[in-house]
C-alpha cells in the first residue's frame, strides 16, 4: 500500500515542514502552490479511509476515489473533500493548476457516465475521453467539460494565466473535438495537442502535433 506525503523545502532544500497522511492506498498526482503560499493536492486513494487533517474521507468506488485538499503556508489542513463521481463510469485526474481568484483547474480522462458536480455527462463506453474540471477556491464545482470523439483522449497538463484562460496539454487517438472543430491523428502512435480554452471553458484554438514515436 502507498502512503502520501506533503513537504516544503526553502531555496537551499532545508526542510521547513512537512506531514505524512496514511490509510489505504495513496497517490498523489498533482500539486498547485498558490500565492499566498500555500498549495493545494491533488490525488487518488482507495482501499478505506485517509484523513488529510479534516476528517476521515472514506473511498467507495472499488477503483478509488480522487481527493482535493488545500494547505496554508505552515502545511496546515484549510479544507479537503473526496471528489465523488457519480454514475455508472470512471474518471482519472492527473493535472491540476491555479487560477486566479485560487480557481483550481484540473485534467483527466473518463469512461462511462460521470458526473463531475454540474450532472451527468457521458465520456463514451469503450474509449476514453479528455475532462477539464474548474473548482473555486473552496473545491465547490465551477464548470466542467468533456472533449470526445472516436478513439483515445487524455488531458496530461493544465496551466492558468493571470487573465484566467487555461492551457491544456495532453494526447489523443482518433479524432478529439475540443471546440474548435475535429482534429484527426496520423494513425500510426498517439498524437499530442495544445489547446487555450477562455475562463468560461470556450475554445480560443487547438492545435494537433504528431510524431514518429510515442507522443
Avoid at 487518488?44 to 481527493?67: C, K, T, Y
Avoid at 467539460?145 to 483522449?153: A, E, K, M, S, T
Avoid at 479524432?175 to 489547446?195: M, R
Wanted: net charge negative; with cysteine.
Amino acid at each position: 500500500l502507498y502512503d502520501s506525503f506533503l513537504a516544503r523545502l526553502d531555496p537551499a532544500g532545508g526542510l521547513l515542514c512537512r506531514k505524512h497522511f496514511s490509510g489505504g492506498y495513496q497517490l498523489t498526482h498533482d500539486h498547485a502552490p498558490l500565492p499566498d503560499g500555500g498549495v493545494v493536492l491533488s490525488g487518488r486513494f482507495g482501499w478505506g479511509v485517509m484523513d488529510l487533517g479534516g476528517g476521515p474521507i472514506l473511498s467507495e468506488q472499488s477503483n478509488g476515489d480522487h481527493f482535493i485538499a488545500r494547505f496554508d503556508s505552515g502545511g496546515q489542513h484549510l479544507w479537503s473533500r473526496r471528489l465523488r463521481l457519480s454514475g455508472d463510469g470512471f474518471a482519472w485526474m492527473w493535472a491540476l493548476s491555479a487560477g486566479p481568484g485560487d480557481a483550481l483547474v484540473i485534467g483527466g480522462d473518463c469512461r462511462g457516465t460521470v458526473d463531475l458536480g454540474g450532472g451527468p455527462v457521458a465520456c463514451g463506453d469503450d474509449e476514453n475521453a479528455a475532462l477539464l474540471l474548474v473548482l473555486d477556491g473552496a473545491g465547490q464545482h465551477v464548470w466542467s467539460r468533456i472533449f470526445g470523439g472516436p478513439g483515445h483522449h487524455r488531458t496530461n497538463g493544465v496551466a492558468v494565466d493571470a487573465s484566467g484562460n487555461i492551457a491544456v496539454a495532453g494526447t489523443f487517438a482518433g479524432e478529439l473535438d475540443l471546440g474548435g472543430g475535429p482534429l484527426v491523428y496520423d494513425g500510426v502512435y498517439n498524437d499530442g495537442f495544445v489547446a487555450k480554452l477562455d475562463p468560461a471553458g470556450d475554445h480560443v484554438f487547438s492545435v494537433p502535433f504528431a510524431t514518429p514515436v510515442h507522443d
